[in-house]
């Protein structure tokens, strides 16, 4: 097979490390995105970076400004209810396909994702979500129950909003006044998921995702700026039930 070329291949690894530095939260929220700044910590040229900050215009991680560059994309609370609204519809209905279609393959990948996931939290202890190898792993773990949905555009959309998603994981982990028994529940999903419980599973990754949402608002509410906050909308309504 074809190797990619050198220019090819520098521009798939500075886009990879810029979304992985937007998703960590090591790019702030509505951080300006500078050129000269940029090429100095990625070590890449001018076109190359303006390439990666296109593709991730395009995933929502970074927004154009007219005339004034990038800037990393905001947070807010209108946003991440939003965001939580259309997850629970998409989350929804990949693991209610999944179900529908996953074969006794699918199942134990499962089951091997979960263990990989749980067995690195025991090691890490309180501070699992720091770690990038458990955020990983976790991401397997999501993606695992939903692999068997049968729609590749469906996953696409799904990988996308989890991404997305991963900074206000980030600040609920960060800001939480208590210990989430996140071992629990993903075990609790994980079993509704391989018993074929399709209305357990979906209320429960439901209620999973959401618990999320509502720790940030509590907790971390305080980070954003209020004049972020649109007037309430259904999806404001929904994402708080």
């Given at each position: 097979m074809r190797d990619k070329p050198a220019g090819e291949t520098r521009a798939a690894d500075v886009l990879q490390r810029m979304r992985a530095d937007i998703i960590s939260c090591a790019l702030k929220p509505g951080a300006k995105l500078r050129f000269e700044g940029l090429r100095d910590m990625y070590a890449v040229s001018f076109s190359t970076?303006?390439?990666a900050l296109s593709r991730l215009v395009a995933e929502g991680l970074v927004v154009a400004e007219d005339q004034r560059g990038f800037v990393v994309a905001p947070v807010s609370i209108a946003d991440l209810n939003d965001l939580t609204y259309v997850r629970v519809l998409v989350e929804r209905e990949c693991l209610?396909?999944?179900?529908?279609?996953g074969n006794d393959d699918w199942e134990a990948d499962i089951i091997g994702s979960f263990h990989r996931m749980d067995r690195l939290q025991d090691r890490l202890g309180s501070n699992y979500y720091l770690s990038g190898e458990w955020g990983k792993l976790h991401g397997d773990f999501h993606f695992s129950l939903v692999a068997a949905c049968g729609s590749p555009n469906l996953l696409e959309i799904r990988q996308k909003l989890f991404e997305r998603a991963h900074r206000y994981r980030r600040m609920s982990s960060q800001f939480r006044p208590k210990w989430r028994a996140k071992d629990v529940e993903?075990?609790?999903i994980m079993d509704s998921v391989i018993a074929r419980d399709t209305a357990k599973a979906q209320e429960l990754i439901e209620r999973h995702i959401r618990e999320t949402t509502e720790n940030v608002i509590k907790h971390a509410g305080h980070l954003f700026d209020a004049a972020d906050e649109a007037p309430h909308t259904r999806a404001d309504h929904v994402a708080a039930e």
């Open positions: 970076l303006r390439e209610g396909l999944a179900i529908k279609h993903h075990k609790m």
